[in-house]
């Protein structure tokens, strides 16, 4: 089941990646780790959690088996010291403490730790996120941040405006040359994402099923 819905998550973005330049990840929040295991046996390699503490079970459970974990949820400023030490990527970053904390926490022993900021591309009250005005102001920040490396943007646009939020986004990354990571598109926004120049989509209920959240 879970191989067959990868299947064709991967068949509706080879239909349009036409450059080779989307990677898939499979979020996998509130879902058992024998579905994650089922995922990774027919070769799935990225996943995203949303929730540190369910996270780092997994990444325990399944460790040895060469993932790479992205974290994708809210980022509480207490929770950052572990964030540090067991992700590759965090997509979540919506404050310049945040960063610093990570930059910071990030261990010696690894790689540089991969962030996104996250943009409130809708400028919703309701949403976290930079807006897109402060982006300019923040970006100069990362230049003295040693252990993390700002690779690009996240959104979650609202949901009756997704396409045009998909092309702002397209728009601003373009005046960062340095930066080559989009994050967006779900399952319902997978295809406009990819269209608007994705580089990352985050794929939960097309390829688990539907959560109750
Ligand atoms: C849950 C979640 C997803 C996956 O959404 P689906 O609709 O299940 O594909 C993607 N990104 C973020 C930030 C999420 O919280």
Redesign the pocket.
């Given at each position: 089941m879970i191989a067959d819905n990868l299947k064709k998550v991967q068949d509706r973005i080879h239909a349009l990646d036409k450059n080779h330049q989307v990677t898939l990840i499979a979020?996998s929040?509130t879902k058992p780790i024998s579905d994650l295991q089922q995922a990774i046996d027919v070769g799935q390699q990225h996943f995203?959690e949303?929730y540190l503490q369910e996270a780092l079970e997994k990444i325990e459970a399944l460790k040895g088996q060469n993932l790479i974990w992205h974290f994708?949820?809210p980022v509480q400023s207490n929770k950052t010291t572990k964030i540090a030490e067991n992700f590759d990527w965090v997509?979540s970053v919506d404050r310049l403490k945040v960063a610093r904390r990570l930059n910071d926490q990030r261990p010696k022993s690894l790689e540089n730790l991969n962030v996104l900021l996250q943009i409130n591309i809708d400028n919703e009250l309701t949403k976290s996120g930079i807006l897109v005005d402060e982006i300019d102001e923040i970006i100069p920040f990362f230049e003295n941040l040693q252990n993390i490396v700002l690779r690009g943007f996240m959104c979650?646009p609202k949901l009756d405006n997704t396409e045009r939020s998909f092309q702002k986004m397209a728009k601003i990354i373009k005046k960062y040359p340095k930066l080559d990571t989009l994050s967006m598109g779900?399952?319902?926004s997978l295809e406009l994402a990819i269209g608007n120049g994705a580089t990352f989509v985050?794929?939960?209920?097309?390829i688990f099923g539907k959560?109750v959240d």
């Open positions: 979020v929040k995203g949303n994708i949820g997509h979650i779900m399952s319902n985050r794929i939960g209920a097309d959560r």
